[in-house]
């Protein structure tokens, strides 16, 4: 990866070996804003997300002697901010659970997101998901991890990940719907007045 500062990622990484804090400062630069994302998309709240990028940050600057590959920086990064978020949900016990498990047959959801939806209203919304669901559907559907992989990060059973999923998935979907039907009653009146 090409830095802005000309340096490249490999480089930065050997300095930041080194104790170079400006190498530090130009790596957080670089990836902050994205693992911060991933930090408010799996936790809902800014502080926590906050929270969780100091310690990443501050955790991968004292580690990266262990960093064996120095092109691997931003995976690595990603890694620990994600574990750090299970971390914190392990420890506020909020997953939901108690759902039925879904079978392989019926697994459409009724109310699918339509690919139009606007990306930062979705965004908002996943925010308003219960903990355990939010944090199922970023890593799924967002960083792409596989069910297994999740059921193995939560301590949980794949099928509990499959199913706290699709609920997810299906809150959204109607979260979505609510709003677009308020839009349009809104719509409706403002014609119906004008």
């Not at 308003?128 to 559907?137: E, N, Q, S, T, Y």
Request: net charge positive; aromatic share 8%.
């Amino acid at each position: 990866m090409e830095i802005k500062s000309g340096i490249n990622e490999t480089s930065l990484v050997s300095l930041c070996k080194r104790g170079d804090t400006k190498a530090q400062y130009v790596l957080y630069k670089t990836y902050s804003k994205a693992m911060y994302n991933i930090a408010i998309r799996m936790t809902g709240s800014k502080e926590n997300a906050e929270d969780i990028l100091q310690y990443s940050f501050t955790k991968a600057f004292m580690e990266i002697q262990k960093l064996h590959d120095e092109n691997a920086f931003g995976g690595w990064l990603k890694r620990i901010v994600i574990n750090r978020c299970i971390d914190e949900t392990r420890k506020k016990k909020h997953f939901f659970t108690g759902y039925e498990a879904i079978s392989e047959q019926h697994k459409e959801i009724e109310d699918e997101i339509d690919e139009n939806t606007d990306p930062e209203l979705v965004h908002r919304l996943i925010k308003k998901l219960p903990d355990g669901a939010r944090k199922i559907l970023v890593l799924h559907a967002i960083e792409g991890m596989k069910h297994a992989e999740i059921a193995d990060k939560l301590q949980i059973s794949e099928s509990t990940a499959k199913t706290q999923y699709f609920r997810a998935k299906q809150l959204l979907g109607k979260m979505i719907k609510g709003l677009e039907n308020e839009t349009e009653k809104i719509s409706e009146r403002k014609q119906v007045n004008a």
